[in-house]
């Protein structure tokens, strides 16, 4: 009976108050999402508001984090490398996996919640927990976000974190917020184009291009003003970059600068990326010099 309680105490404190509107967790005034968002949203509220009855008065709420017994999590990767890239059309599918060790072995997951800036909110489906070694497990789940039908804001790109609970086979358990992190990003999309071309060794060079981003909330991409953007140049039987100059976007995310024609190549715009946006490369435009 403890244990149900401190569990059942620990996801309330976790989920708190169930939202009114998107399954982002935004307050705003007009209708409710339709029933299906909002069970995706808190779906695992019923399941637990008759034992939060029960037992809100047998003991007091927990606080974040903790568990029982030497349950603990180890790695938390998500996506791969960490970083998840969202554009303005496609679906976006994002792998949570989490390691995990007891000495009685993993028993299971419950759905990892993922959060971020300005009430950025999404939870994965139940995870599916494979066995490395007697006593430790990586418990992997999903979710799909489509940026045509979800509540998507400018504001949720940044760091975002993933909550997990983890059961063990002897009920032990942990529970974890922020047990990892990742980039959520509005992906970017980088220009380049040099002439004339021909040209003529010594001559003038015109580099120009564009830096852009998602904008979730129109649905288009839009330039990214203010930033530092690399001009690059390899020379055409290399295989390597070199940065000629460090030149800024302007107000509509457009570049432009110059250089003298020396030898055949490529050039290319670099963005190294920001918190909110993937670094990108443009695709190196050739130049015949004569």
Request: hydrophobic share 35%; net charge positive; aromatic share 8%.
């Amino acid at each position: 009976m403890v244990d149900l309680i401190l569990r059942v105490n620990r996801l309330h404190d976790h989920l708190g108050p169930v939202p009114t509107t998107s399954r982002w967790g935004r307050p705003e005034p007009g209708p409710l999402p339709p029933p299906g968002e909002r069970m995706r949203i808190r779906a695992t509220v019923a399941a637990v508001s008759g034992a939060l009855a029960l037992t809100a008065l047998a003991a007091p709420v927990a606080q974040a984090d903790g568990g029982y017994g030497d349950t603990t999590i180890t790695k938390v990767v998500v996506d791969g490398d960490n970083k998840v890239s969202v554009g303005t059309s496609s679906p976006k599918t994002i792998k949570v996996s989490v390691t995990a060790k007891d000495d009685s072995g993993i028993q299971g997951a419950e759905p990892f919640v993922l959060k971020g800036p300005d009430h950025g909110y999404f939870t994965t489906g139940k995870p599916s927990c494979k066995a490395t070694s007697s006593t430790t497990s990586t418990c992997t789940a999903s979710v799909l976000v489509d940026p045509k039908v979800d509540y998507l804001y400018n504001t949720n790109a940044g760091t975002w974190y993933v909550d997990a609970w983890i059961d063990a086979k002897d009920d032990d358990f942990v529970w974890r917020e922020k047990a990892g992190s990742f980039k959520f990003q509005r992906a970017s999309q980088l220009t380049v184009n040099a002439s004339p071309e021909p040209v003529k060794k010594g001559k003038t060079i015109t580099v120009t291009g564009k830096l852009s981003r998602a904008n979730w909330e129109t649905g288009k991409y839009a330039g990214y003003t203010g930033q530092s953007v690399k001009l690059q140049f390899r020379m055409k039987n290399s295989s390597t970059y070199t940065t000629l100059k460090t030149i800024k976007t302007d107000s509509k995310g457009n570049l432009k600068t110059t250089v003298k024609a020396s030898a055949d190549g490529y050039f290319r715009y670099s963005f190294a990326g920001t918190t909110t946006t993937p670094a990108v490369n443009a695709t190196g435009d050739f130049v015949d010099v004569k």
